[in-house]
């Protein structure tokens, strides 16, 4: 065991490691409640206001309504469907436009190119 040194007029060590120890110490009811919460009342309600106006506008944005949210929910899973069709469709008319013009392209280069070996 180390040798205590004097900490604010104590002077043995059982006398240290007693001041030091908190947990036998009762929480008062709103140390509790900061601990529950994760601080002040006051302010974690604040936070927890900010980050439902910031989820809301991004929900809103992606189109949800909160009052009608399985509609909305179904509505979402409907347009991105959509949406991924819509995609294989544009992909498939932008490579029938480039294929218009690359095919015909190889087609002269490998009939008119030098021969290999």
Sequence with gaps: MCLAVPYNGVES????????????????????LNRFLGGSPLAVAFRLALLSILVGVVLATIG???WNIIYSIRLLFQRIWDLGFDAVNWLWRYFLLGAVIVIPIWLLMRVFGTPRR
């Design 64 to 66: 949800f309504d909160p």
């Design 13 to 32: 060590a059982k006398e240290f490691v007693m001041v030091q120890d908190v947990r036998d110490l009762p929480a008062g009811r709103s140390d509790g």
